[in-house]
């Protein structure tokens, strides 16, 4: 099993920035993909940007330019820096890690952009 707690969610202005970080423990030896996923009020989780274990990283549309997604292997740790928010970003973020085909979640952070 894998457990995965987030972190640095909150309430920021419109054109501000955030960092969110996500930990994983447990069994964390062979976990591939980390990454990020988001659901606003109302709407579908979406990704928001993912990261390989060798650092290849791919991210939504919605949020290319203004987000970058970093992990540190030692730390079973991943990161998403997120620039230039948006109230169209306000949302709960979820950290998932995916071990051997198997996905595992956090509990989620609220993310709110005011604009």
């Known amino acids: 099993q894998v457990q995965l707690v987030e972190s640095g969610g909150g309430l920021v202005q419109a054109g501000g920035s955030l960092k969110l970080s996500c930990a994983a423990s447990g069994s964390t030896s062979l976990i591939n993909i980390m990454g990020w996923y988001r659901q606003a009020p109302g709407k579908q989780r979406e990704l928001v940007a993912e990261?390989?274990?060798?650092?290849?990283?791919n991210y939504a549309d919605s949020v290319k330019g203004r987000a970058t997604i970093s992990r540190d292997n030692a730390k079973n740790t991943v990161y998403l820096q997120m620039n230039s928010l948006k109230a169209e970003d306000t949302a709960v973020y979820y950290c998932?890690?995916?071990?051997?085909?198997?996905?595992?979640w956090g509990q989620g952070t609220q993310v709110t952009v005011s604009s």
């Open positions: 990261i390989t274990f060798y650092g290849s990283g």
């Open positions: 998932y890690a995916q071990r051997r085909l198997q996905d595992y």
